[in-house]
């Protein structure tokens, strides 16, 4: 059964089609560009990619505004080109994963057009309607200090629709089955298209079933149950990959208690600790993160992730570790977003390579499915000129060409980074392709490693007592294998002792360096950690 889930030990790559490569030289990327470019990916080790939302849409929210479900927005080319690019990927036997975007449309659909021509419209009840100004009309914003509400009146129709993001993202009723079988349609068309499966955007959004004035909203989790066996009927390993910020003891509606409901989750929760043990130093309240969403069954995962293409939401940490994390890696209140978040790339928020190769290492070694934001292997900057989330949504730094390689074009989608020390003629592809220390290179060999190491997608792990608050010990076994991994999170060396009999071996083989540890005549290990030093170790036979 474990065998057969081929998520357990993936790499998942996520990229946006309109920064990522310009095939055709009009300044905004297409699947033309991303074509030539998978190359790329399958030789970085690349096996799954994850493609942001790349439908027709007015674009004011990164392509989350959705104006048709069927088709290929004409900025990124067909559904022909779509379809060459799914041809492509197969032959490298890379997966795909897209986007699943319905708890709103684009206020420009037509669905939403023919809700709000009429009351007695077919299409009313796709969407969630008051007519009066509901009491919470201000309340629940996804994006507050820049969204002003989640009511907001429509003077066509002279009623109030309900949207949790941007008010020109009016919500779809999924209580409605007629909602629900379109979104069934939905994925069945891009199932058929040959998709791998759907991350799945705003989950508790797309269940919830709001009503005017009521404080808390009724969670309807079946709903998840219907899209897996709707999934697994069209296409029995298609995956659902779901983005719900949520506690732990929330997980298993999510995950189902059987697992029928999503098969992988991004950790938000272990995310915001990590980041937090990053800033600190302090391991313990990442390990007690770590615990509280440990799983029990073998069949679900939790993709983990450093950056993604949002703020680094770091809203369920105390204000006082959040305040820790703000002053160490965005002290700028033009680097903080939404009063609790962060809106940096990993490379520059984190500053030194060594504490990005520990980040990355310590990602990778995580329990789970681990996910890489285009341009953080090459290490790519930020541009905290441009607004909001746009500012980690630049241009991928193909060479030192102009425009960074990514188009001819004098006018791109966002301007390419060109001073400091993050410009692209500084960090980019070519150049670290041909350099063996560089960051693209390292990355290749720890997705390589991370491959080479399915005891973490499909084994049991322990937490190790090392002694030390800021030294993070873990042991993976599975099918008589053992992995032990170590993190040194301070700026000083460590020696770290090990007992050779609790490690159940006399030999540890370094997975990252050609060297071994032998029991010595005490019967332990000795393990050197440099300044934010990481070691993967397997026992010997």
């Not at 799945?200 to 009503?211: G, I, R």
């Not at 697992?259 to 980041?275: E, S, T």
């Not at 770091?314 to 209140?333: K, M």
């Not at 322990?462 to 002694?467: F, K, R, V």
Request: with cysteine.
């Amino acid at each position: 059964m474990m065998e057969d889930l081929w998520y357990k030990n993936s790499v998942i790559y996520s990229l946006d089609l309109e920064t990522f490569m310009d095939g055709n030289n009009d300044g905004i990327g297409d699947f033309a560009g991303l074509c030539d470019r998978l190359d790329y990916l399958h030789a970085m080790g690349i096996d799954t990619v994850w493609l942001a939302p790349f439908q027709p849409t007015p674009n004011k929210d990164n392509g989350y505004d959705i104006q048709d479900y069927y088709g290929v927005d004409p900025r990124h080319g067909s559904s022909g080109d779509f379809v060459d690019f799914m041809h492509r990927a197969n032959q490298l036997g890379i997966k795909v994963i897209i986007d699943l975007v319905v708890n709103h449309t684009s206020d420009l659909h037509p669905w939403f057009k023919e809700a709000r021509s009429s009351k007695d419209s077919p299409k009313r009840d796709w969407y969630v309607w008051s007519d009066k100004k509901p009491s919470d009309w201000n309340e629940g914003m996804v994006f507050p200090g820049v969204q002003r509400a989640t009511w907001t009146l429509d003077k066509q129709s002279r009623t109030y629709y309900f949207h949790r993001f941007h008010e020109f993202e009016p919500d779809l009723n999924t209580d409605n089955p007629q909602v629900r079988e379109e979104i069934f349609r939905i994925m069945g068309y891009w199932l058929q298209m040959g998709v791998a499966g759907f991350r799945v955007d705003a989950v508790p959004f797309v269940l919830e079933s709001p009503a005017p004035g009521k404080k808390k909203s009724k969670m309807n989790y079946d709903y998840l149950k219907e899209m897996r066996r709707f999934l697994q009927w069209r296409k029995g390993d298609a995956v659902l990959l779901g983005e719900a910020n949520v506690l732990p003891r929330e997980t298993m509606n999510y995950f189902g208690e059987q697992n029928d409901g999503i098969h992988l989750m991004f950790n938000f929760f272990v995310n915001q600790y990590l980041f937090y043990a990053l800033a600190t130093t302090d391991t313990k309240p990442l390990i007690k993160a770590l615990e509280q969403t440990r799983l029990q069954s073998a069949v679900p995962q939790w993709a983990h992730f450093l950056r993604n293409h949002d703020e680094l939401d770091l809203g369920r940490l105390t204000e006082a570790q959040r305040n820790e994390v703000f002053s160490r890696f965005a002290p700028d209140e033009n680097m903080q977003l939404y009063f609790r978040g962060i809106r940096r790339r990993l490379g520059p928020m984190l500053g030194s390579r060594q504490q990005n190769e520990l980040a990355y290492s310590l990602m990778f070694s995580l329990p789970g499915t681990p996910v890489l934001r285009y341009g953080d292997e090459l290490g790519m900057g930020d541009n905290l000129a441009l607004d909001d989330r746009n500012s980690v949504r630049t241009p991928m730094q193909w060479s030192g060409d102009y425009q960074a390689g990514f188009s001819k074009a004098d006018k791109l989608i966002h301007p390419v980074i060109d001073d400091g020390y993050y410009s692209y003629t500084h960090i980019n592809v070519e150049a670290q392709r041909r350099d063996p220390g560089s960051m693209l290179n390292w990355m290749t060999a720890m997705i390589r490693l991370r491959r080479e190491c399915p005891e973490i997608g499909k084994g049991t792990w322990a937490i190790e007592d090392t002694g030390f608050d800021h030294i993070l010990g873990m042991r993976y076994e599975w099918n008589g294998r053992r992995l032990f991994i170590w993190h040194n999170f301070s700026d000083n060396p460590q020696e770290l002792v090990f007992s050779a009999k609790k490690a159940g071996t006399r030999r540890l083989i370094d997975l990252l360096s050609n060297i071994e540890s032998i029991e010595d005549d005490k019967g332990r290990h000795t393990i050197t950690l440099e300044a934010y030093g990481y070691r993967w170790f397997r026992a010997g036979s």
